[in-house]
Every structure is written in structure tokens, then in C-alpha cells.
């Protein structure tokens, strides 16, 4: 009794997991070792040295699970493995494979049975039809395919690697010619080229060639069945998620289809696409004119989606949903990113939620890079740090598949300064000197104390108690400041620092060195530790009038770094770095510093604080991709002079001139409505959706503006009443005093106002976000 095989489309078996948070990788001998029952626990060697990132329960179990009965998707895993790692699996290419009954492999009836298993068993692993898998969200295991190119069936199918895998199939005679001949070994395994899926599966008809015997009614309703599969009627196969198979294949199926003998006297099926009046009515006509009451209702539904659709766009264009911004990293620039996030909020027609995390520059550019469990998608919608990408996370960027190209925007330069709390009477006086060598000494714990001669000798008027030990403030986690700190001392002084340039240092762990999370927490480590040193932005010191270490410059210039700002030291630097940086914003910056430049009036430790931005935004919502390009261009602008007014230095027009041509780079979302800036009074144009207005006006910030004014006053008063020359000994100072305890207080009911002003507005933020207001939100942590 001959058959025929018809070949009528194609798809991918997956394999699938339930590890929490992992992003997992397998090669086909790995995954023998784990459904052979050789590999039972996830965190094997094996496993770990594909997954080094993979963070398990040591000795966590593997869950296994495998179909029971005769299984396509069984065959297509086996049939796999026998042909790529034969020495690793042997059970060969079997549809009911002899599975190991040890415990941890459970049997599943069905897809829907190894849907459910994988749903609910952590730690567990499968496979089926790719796209059952998909259309439910299982986390999915990357497989390298013959070319070495490692990458998820739902990645493979979207560039085409299921219908590649049909053509290379094809092209090495896989299928034979003969319909009726044996096609027990016919596969399209592991099949060459770039973007292949290696596990791909041939669906088929299997049709006796002899119908002669069929009932004939039976017999013409199959040929017709087969006449629709075959032509792909109404594009089924798509619709279905299947990949329709290459033209050569379709021919030959055709043809063999066209071999089957039917029974004398069938009346075979007609298929009615225009109207055929009359014949249409014949009994043997399949018409597309007859429709069901449930196509009818199917038709409706997608029609009030299609409607729904359509709302939410009007309402996005409209104002109706909130548009939302959230980046990440460096803390220095926290409170100049607050101010403009939510002056674009206040001045937007459309709502606006934009928030920051101040989290440190390291921990900015993890959450930028991804990992395993956000699948390699970036955790914000920008980063930002005073440090360019480490090579390694730019490595990994542009080893992702496809690469991740980022550009780097130059917005700020910025000081780190060296502050202590060194008792001024101990040093007779005199500023505290130390140079980049001594430095390195105390910052590597070879210098302990501060009657060190290294450091009596360039301060020869300090007096200190014998052996005073010298408390050493350090950050911890990736920083930007450390890598300030770090990179001077190895440019400075290689031979006494052996703690490398990057922002997480091996800090000494003896006596003396202490960890501080956060520039607010070094502040209060100098503020509250007496003899000890530490790092800071500049302009946080300063603030806190914390006393500073004088660093000599290239040209020998000795001075602290609130001296060397107020001569213009820290933009002198960027002039003289402008050289060190790349004419390419998306290459590797991961060397780029401006540290000890030449020059007078230089600074010798200058942060470039930078945003990262991925350069291909194609993919992100157009409200988000619309709120990030508006919110480089008030940055990298400068709009409202916020860069000075957070005591930050702008760079250069030549560095100025490299951050706004990498920002024309970034592509953007098709259909994007960008945001228009009104900065003069444009009548109708400025009440437009994406219109960010400078004329509208924030109450708060008015109220604001006049309680800052009262406090300069006030605090001019205090300071003129408390200058006063003292009175003869025979006259009373007491209404003085009263004066002076009087303006106080109204200086503290002010301040009450503007805090609680301040507390309204979050209150109006949080409402608003919810969702007819806006919300400003920064988080307080690492700089």
C-alpha cells in the first residue's frame, strides 16, 4: 500500500525553563547530559561554564520534563541530539525515548501537559512547539545553530531561520524526489547558516496513494482538505505561526499530491471565490459566501479591537496616558536632573511622569547593560556616571546579537576633591598638602598614621599625637568618585598604586578603613570622624565646608579645588582634554579621561559626567522616545542654566559639539510626535499636545522664588545685627538679642513654608501621576 509524504509547512521545537531571573545558554551536548539524566543539578560545572552568571541553590535539582507516547516534538529533540552530540546522547533519534525514571524526570501528556509542567514546577525543563511556548512567555534556552551563531527560536524565526533551514535543506537534496519513497530519515537538523534554528521540524499529510476503495463523498472531501492545506488557503499557516515550505518543496508536493488515485465517479469539490450564481448552490461546492455566525461574531470583536486600538492611540496623542521617562546612575547631578525633570513636567501639556535613581555611577551602568533575567534589555531608559562605559560592559554590549551600539553624551564636568577632618590647630594653620605619591600610600593602607614622615615633611608645622591612626573613608560598589580618585593615582603615581583605574577598588580591609555607601554617607564619615580622609565631588564638600587637600598640578601649581574652580580650573581642564576624546560617540570610550592636564589653573582630578543612551530606540514606546530625546536636548543645552546653578562646569564648545552630533545618531521610533520647545509666545502652535512650554508657570516655584528672596534678607539682617560693634558696659544689648532671635524665627517660619510647600507638591505629584498629575522622583544614593 503506497503513501505519499505532502510536506505542508514547517516549525521549531523549543526548549523552555522555570530557573527565576536566568537567561540561559546550552549547547546540544549540554542539554544530551541534562535529558539524558547524566546532568541532574543546575549548578554543575557544565552548566556554570556556559551560564557564568547563573545564580542557583547549590545542589538545586533539575525538573525534567518529557512527553509520554509517540511525540513529534520528542522526535525533534532526539533526532537532534543523535545528529549533533551522538557521544553524549544515546537513545538516537527516537519519538518514545526510554527516559530515565530517576526521580526529578516527570512524564507530560501533550503540549498543553508540558506547558502547565513548566508553568508550575521551578527549576524545570522542556520542550515543545516554539510557539505554544511563546504565546505563554516561557523563559526560553539559546542554542547555538551550525554556524556558531547562539540565539532563541523567537529571535531565529523573526530573521527568517526556519525557512533558511528549509532552503539549505533543499539545496543538500534532504527531501527526495519520489513522494512515496521512504522518508524515515529525512530531517533538516541542525542545517548551516546564520540565522538557522537547528531544531526544525516537517510537518506532513501521510495519504495512501490508492483511494479507490475510499467512499467516494469521504475520498472528495480529502482531496479537497489536502487542495486547501497545500495552497495554504486564507494564509493558515502564518496565522498559525508556521513557516510555509521553500517553492521547490511546495512544487513537489503539489505533484505528488497530484499521484493519489481516487475513486470512479468521485464528484470532486468545487471552491467558490466569486460569485457564481447558481453553481454556487451545487451540492459539491465548498463557498467562501457561506459564513458562520461565529465567523460573524469573531468578525466583530476584532473590529471593536481594532476600534480600542484606535482610542488608545487618540488618547496617547491626546494627553490621556502618562508618558514616562526613568534613568539611573550617577548621584552628582541628581539634584540639576530633578529640577529639569520636573520643569518638564510642569511645563508639558501632556502628563509626565520623568524620574531618576541616584544610585551611583557603577550601578547606572549595570542597570543600563541588563542582565539574564531582563534578558539583556536595559532596566532604564538612560544611564547616566561621571565615568565612560567599562570596557567590559561595552564589550558585552556589542557582543549581543544583534550588537547594542550606545552613545556617550558629554553634559558636565566636574571636580573630585580630597577632604578630611584634620583639627586646623594641628596643622598650625596651614592648609593640608599631600601629593599623588603620598596619597597613593594612605589610599592603599601602606601609610597608617599621621605622623608618617612622607607627611610630616610637605607639613612641617603639623602637630599630631604620636602614631594618631589615619581613618580612611572609602565608597563601595561601583563609583564614579573612586574612579576619579583611582584613575589620578594611577596616571600620578603608577609605582606607589597597584589598585588599578576602574570605579570598585579592593579596598584594604585592616584597621582604619571604612566603607561609606553614598556621598551622603562619606559627608557624614568626614563631618563626625575626627583625623581622617576621603573623596568627594567637589561641590559636595564645599557645601558642607569640609576642609580640603591641596594636590599640586602638571605645571606645579598647589591649590585646593575650590581655589582652582574659582580660576576657571576645572573648564581649563576640558580645553586641554579635548584631544582624549573619540570623534566617534558609539566607539569604546572606556579610556578616556582628563586627569592631571596641563595648565596654571588646572584641577587635576576632572569627571566627565556622561548620559548612555542605546543608539537604536526604534523599539521603545513613542511617548517614552519622545520624552528622552526632549530631555537630552534640555540637558546637553543646558536650558535654564541649571548646569551652574548645581555648581557644575559645561564643557567645552568643541566637547559641547561631540555630545549634540552623537545625539543626531540615535534613531528614534517611526511615528514618534517629538516635543516642540516654546521658549517666545507662539500663539496655537504652543497649546500643541507635544508643545513643552516655557510660558507655562508652576505656582510652587513663584512661592518658592519669593521665600528664597525673604531668606536672603533676613539672613542679611541676622548677619548685620550679629556684626554689630558691642555696647559700652553700662548699655543693654538685650534688644539686639531680641532683634536678632526675632529674625531668626521668621527664618525658620520660612523655611517651614518652603517644606511644606514641598511636601504639597509631592502630595500634587503623586496625585497627579495617578494619572492627571506629575511626579518628580529621585532617590538618594550613590554618586
Known sequence: EKMVHLPFCMGPIGIFHHVPGALLTMDACLLAKIFGGNITTWDHADIKALNPGLMVPAGQPIKVGHRVLGSSSTGGLAGYLAKTCPASWTFGACSVCPWPTTAGFTGVDGTTGMQTYIQDNTFSIGYMEAGRGHDFNLHEVSIPNKNGKTRTSLQSIALGGVAQAGAEAVTSGVFPSDASADWSAVNVYNMPGDPTWPIVLVSYLYVKKDQTATNPKTAAALKAFISRILNNYVGVVEEFGFTSPPTLVKTQTLTAAATIVYPTGMKSFI????????????????????????????????????????????LTANGGITTQLHGSGTTNPKNWFAKAMKLMEERARLPMVLTYRAVGSGTGQQEFVGNSASSGMSYNDFGAGDIPMSKAYYDQLMAADPAQAMVHLPFALGAIGIFHSFPSGDLGGAALQLDACTLAKIFSGVITTWNDPAIKAQNPNINVPANQLIMVGHRVLGSSSTGGLAGYLDKKCKASWSLGSGGVVAWPTTAGFIAADGSPAMQSFLKNKMYAIGYLDAGHGHDFNIPEVALTNLNGKTRSSQQSIALGGVAEAGNQGIANFPVDASADWSGVNIYDMPGDNTWPIVLVSYMYVKKDQTSTDPQTA??????????????????????????????????????????????????????????????????????????????????????????????????????????????????????????????????????????????????????????????
Request: with cysteine; proline share 4%.
Open 271 to 314: 471552491e467558490e471565490g466569486a460569485t457564481n450564481p447558481i453553481g454556487g448552490m451545487a451540492t459539491n461546492v465548498i463557498s467562501s459566501k457561506r459564513i458562520a455566525f461565529d465567523d460573524y461574531a469573531r468578525d466583530v470583536m476584532t473590529a471593536q479591537i481594532l476600534s480600542l486600538q484606535a482610542t488608545v492611540s487618540s
Open 626 to 783: 519622545a520624552a528622552l530625546k526632549a530631555f537630552i536636548q534640555t540637558i546637553l543645552q543646558n536650558y535654564d542654566l541649571l548646569c551652574e546653578e548645581n555648581d557644575f562646569t559645561p564643557p567645552s564648545t568643541a566637547l559641547k559639539n561631540i555630545a549634540l552630533a552623537a545625539a543626531t545618531t540615535i534613531k528614534y521610533p517611526s511615528g514618534m510626535v517629538a516635543f516642540e520647545f516654546e521658549t517666545d509666545t507662539a500663539a496655537y502652535t504652543g497649546m500643541g499636545a507635544n508643545t513643552i512650554s516655557l510660558k507655562r508657570w508652576s505656582f510652587d516655584d513663584y512661592e518658592r522664588s519669593v521665600l528664597k528672596a525673604q531668606i536672603v534678607d533676613l539672613t542679611a539682617r541676622v548677619d548685620m545685627a550679629a556684626w554689630k560693634p558691642e555696647p559700652p558696659a553700662h548699655e543693654s544689648s538685650s534688644g539686639d538679642a531680641g532683634l536678632i532671635v526675632g529674625i531668626i524665627a521668621i527664618i525658620v517660619s520660612a523655611v517651614s513654608i518652603c517644606v511644606s510647600s514641598g511636601a504639597l507638591l509631592k502630595a500634587k505629584g503623586t496625585a497627579k501621576a495617578d494619572p492627571s498629575s506629575t511626579a518628580t522622583m529621585i532617590g538618594m544614593g550613590q554618586a
